[in-house]
């Protein structure tokens, strides 16, 4: 399984980005799709994640206080792609954003990373 994040780039605060991350392999199912970021001397941190809710089409969703009402997180399942909608942006979002999934696969579980993808927001 390969992921593959794209939508980053350069955005002046208050701004609005849309990363995509779009899995590739045998994928049966998924077990959570998040997105996480890693600033510039800082750990990498959790941004937005959705869990999947078993016998449902529902998703359980959580965000990290520092983006919550300015980001969303949401998925195709048909192009089995992650999307992480960000508005309102401010400087402190500048990061590496990082896509992570955790899937059934013909070939058993197995957890993910796409390869980063850069956000820069300028004041």
Known sequence: VQLQASGGGFVQAGGSLRLSCAASGPIISYNYMGWYRQAPGNQRELVAHMFNVRNTNAADTKYADSVKGRFTISRDGAKNTVYLQMNSLKPE????????ANFQTSRGPGNYWGQGTLVTVSS
Do not use: E, K
């Open 93 to 100: 979002d500048t990061a590496v954003y990082y896509c992570n």
